[in-house]
T-cell receptor, first 111, second 111 residues
Framework: DVKVTQSSRYLVKRTGEKVFLECVQDMDHENMFWYRQDPGLGLRLIYFSYDVKMKEKGDIPEGYSVSREKKERFSLILESASTNQTSMYLC??????????FGSGTRLTVV | KQEVTQIPAALSVPEGENLVLNCSFTDSAIYNLQWFRQDPGKGLTSLLLIQSSQREQTSGRLNASLDKSSGRSTLYIAASQPGDSATYLCALNFGNEKLTFGTGTRLTIIP
C-alpha cells in the first residue's frame, strides 16, 4: 500500500514563526498536494507539485510556499505564521489520475 | 466552476441496515471519481476509485456506481456497522490532477 507520512500529528506555533510541514510518500508518485481543511469550508488546495522542483498555486496560496527537492518529499512552509492559519493540513500524492492517497493530517494551532 | 453536492449532509441509521450515499455533479466531463471516508481529526482514507469508463466498483460491503449522463454517483454500504460511522466524501478528477470535493455526508450508525 502507498503510504503518505506527515511528520507531525499536532503542532503548536507562535505568531510570526516560520513553520515547516513535511510530507513523504513511498511509492514514486509524480504528483503531491497540500490542502487545508476548515469546518464549513471543506478542503481547499494550497499548492501542488507534478514533478521535482515544479509547483503550481492552488486556490489559496497566500501566506504559504512549498519545496520539492526530491520526488518523495513535499514541504509546506508558512513564512510567518498567523492565527488564521490554524487549521488541519492534509498532504496527498497521486500517480497520473490513478487516485489520491492522503496522509493522516497535521493539526496546526498558531497562538 | 464545477459543483459537487452530497445529500444528505448527515444521516443516522440503525446498525445492520443497508444505506446509500449520494454525490451529484454538474459537469459530466470527469476523468474519475473517488470516494473517501474521514474519521474525526484524521486524514482521508480512499474507499473506491471509479474511472470514467466504468459503471461501478466493489470492495467488500461497499459498492460505488457512476452515471455520468445523470451527473450522479452513489455509495452503497451493506449491513452497516458502528465502525462505518464517519464523514464520507466524493471527489471528482476532471483530468487536471486536481480534485473537486463534495460537501460530505456525516454518517452515524446507531448500535
Amino acid at each position: 500500500d502507498v503510504k503518505v507520512t506527515q511528520s507531525s500529528r499536532y503542532l503548536v506555533k507562535r505568531t510570526g514563526e516560520k513553520v515547516f510541514l513535511e510530507c513523504v510518500q513511498d511509492m514514486d508518485h509524480e504528483n503531491m498536494f497540500w490542502y487545508r481543511q476548515d469546518p464549513g469550508l471543506g478542503l481547499r488546495l494550497i499548492y501542488f507539485s507534478y514533478d521535482v522542483k515544479m509547483k503550481e498555486k492552488g486556490d489559496i496560496p497566500e501566506g504559504y510556499s512549498v519545496s520539492r527537492e526530491k520526488k518523495e518529499r513535499f514541504s509546506l512552509i508558512l513564512e510567518s505564521a498567523s492565527t488564521n492559519q490554524t487549521s488541519m493540513y492534509l498532504c496527498a500524492s497521486s500517480l497520473s489520475n490513478y487516485g489520491y492517497t492522503f496522509g493522516s493530517g497535521t493539526r496546526l494551532t498558531v497562538v | 466552476k464545477q459543483e459537487v453536492t452530497q445529500i444528505p449532509a448527515a444521516l443516522s441509521v440503525p446498525e445492520g441496515e443497508n444505506l446509500v450515499l449520494n454525490c451529484s455533479f454538474t459537469d459530466s466531463a470527469i476523468y474519475n471519481l473517488q470516494w473517501f471516508r474521514q474519521d474525526p481529526g484524521k486524514g482521508l482514507t480512499s474507499l473506491l476509485l471509479i474511472q470514467s469508463s466504468q459503471r461501478e466498483q466493489t470492495s467488500g460491503r461497499l459498492n460505488a456506481s457512476l452515471d455520468k449522463s445523470s451527473g450522479r454517483s452513489t455509495l452503497y454500504i451493506a449491513a452497516s456497522q458502528p465502525g462505518d460511522s464517519a464523514t464520507y466524501l466524493c471527489a471528482l478528477n476532471f483530468g487536471n490532477e486536481k480534485l473537486t470535493f463534495g460537501t460530505g455526508t456525516r454518517l452515524t450508525i446507531i448500535p
